[in-house]
């Protein structure tokens, strides 16, 4: 065999090689709950401890109330978990979607409180290949969008239909309910309040590949795609949050921290300006990814109030 040929033999290898590293590393659940290609030990964990005793406190609150272990069986026949803490006299149910490979008490540490003496009940849920819940592949919202509608589908079958739904996310948690806007949703779903959603899939790791790897964008995200259809069977291209704002009819609140460096807030003002529903943009300064809420708790507060007051919940 000649040597170029097995140098290109040899090069292929190396490259449907090093595109599944990528792909085992940024989709397929583990046990760590590390933050893959993310500076977690600088900046990202620097701004987590300067607000540990908060997020801290809500998570003692959270931990101490009475919840209700749910479960439902996804599309693909997954056994997904949450908690349903009831409130005593609910206004509405909020429906709180984590972040990638987080947990809701921990992304929603401060808002469960919030939401709860607000009146609402809450529904905490562990996305697919996190937490409690079963799945071995993360999709980054394009398989947790349907997810999404089937505990929608819960909600109403534990309230009879008579209470209305709130979706709230948190990063991948609010692409996630800003996908699940564009399709067909029940009336009873009044709002979406979507925190540092990013754009797509495919954006966010061609972000990620040309600022945190320096790796050629377009063939490497063109092979991760390939083990993405092939194992974890989606597409990175098949969902995206602006065509999704372009469908909706459900009102959408916008928040993002401008000096969020994993997601840009470019990323919410662009659904925002395609949004077909009526919807608003809250855009903290100094705020990274994740920490508008913990950065400035009472102006995002009463955004959220007066917000859910426009949508008549």
């Given amino acids: 065999m000649k040597p170029a040929i097995i140098i290109l033999i040899v090069l292929i290898l190396l490259y449907h090689a090093c595109t599944y590293a990528l792909f085992s590393v940024a ?86 409180r919030f939401y709860y003496e607000m009146g609402f009940s809450l529904l905490v849920i562990s996305q697919r290949a996190c937490g ?21 589908e819960f909600i109403d079958r534990n309230t009879q239909g008579r209470l209305p739904i709130v979706l709230a996310g948190i990063s991948m948690g609010a692409t996630t309910v800003l996908l699940a806007a564009g399709l067909p949703l029940p009336e009873r779903v009044r709002a979406v309040i979507a925190d540092c959603g990013f754009c797509s899939p495919w954006e966010e790791l061609s972000g990620i590949l040309r600022a945190n790897l320096h790796l050629p964008v377009r063939p490497m995200l063109n092979g991760i795609n390939q083990w993405c259809c092939r194992l974890a069977g989606f597409d990175l291209k098949e969902a995206s949050v602006t065509e999704a704002m372009q469908k909706t009819k459900t009102p959408v609140l916008f928040l993002h921290g401008e000096a969020d460096t994993y997601v840009p807030c470019s990323c919410s003002q662009q659904a925002q300006a395609v949004c077909r529903a009526p919807s608003e943009l809250l855009l903290v300064p100094g705020a990274g990814h994740g920490m508008a809420y913990l950065l400035e708790p009472e102006r995002y507060r009463q955004t959220v109030r007066d917000f859910l007051a426009r949508c008549g919940v």
């Fill in 27 to 112: 989709f397929v659940r583990r046990r760590s709950g590390r933050l893959p290609f993310c500076r977690e030990n600088t900046e990202f964990l620097r701004e987590l401890n300067a607000f540990h005793d908060v997020m801290q406190a809500g998570r003692q609150w959270y931990d101490a109330q009475e919840k209700q272990p749910v479960h439902i069986r996804s599309r693909d026949g997954l056994t997904l978990r949450g908690e349903l803490l009831h409130h005593p006299n609910p206004r509405g149910v909020v429906l709180a979607c984590h972040g990638y490979r987080s947990t809701g008490p921990r992304d929603f540490s401060g808002a469960c």
């Fill in 132 to 152: 409690e819940s079963d799945g071995r592949y993360i999709t980054l919202g394009v398989k947790e969008r349907f997810d999404c509608l089937d505990w929608i």
